[in-house]
């Protein structure tokens, strides 16, 4: 599902940031936290264009999210746990 939204917005023709995620959670399913961290990186579109569009390629975004997914910082949770002490 978070692949076939980033080819969506990549291919742009949405008027703003706003609803870009309102897509992206409404019509892909993607919660409102990833569709927001999705469309962080928006571009305008070129002229005569007018919107904006996905900045990032689709294998950028996998590996951001690949990361995303193996990132575990629940240690952080722990009474007393410091950033320091993060692997």
Do not use: M, N
Not at 2 to 24: I, K, N, P
Not at 27 to 33: H, I, N, Q, V
């Amino acid at each position: 599902a978070v692949e076939r939204a980033v080819g969506r917005a990549r291919r742009g023709g949405f008027d703003s940031r706003g609803a870009l995620e309102g897509t992206l959670v409404g019509e892909e399913g993607l919660s409102p936290a990833l569709a927001q961290w999705i469309a962080q990186s928006c571009r305008p579109l070129p002229p005569p264009a007018s919107g904006v569009a996905l900045a990032h390629e689709l294998g950028v975004v996998r590996c951001l999210l690949r990361s995303y997914r193996t990132a575990d910082f629940s240690h952080l949770l722990l009474p007393g746990a410091r950033l320091a002490d993060s692997p």
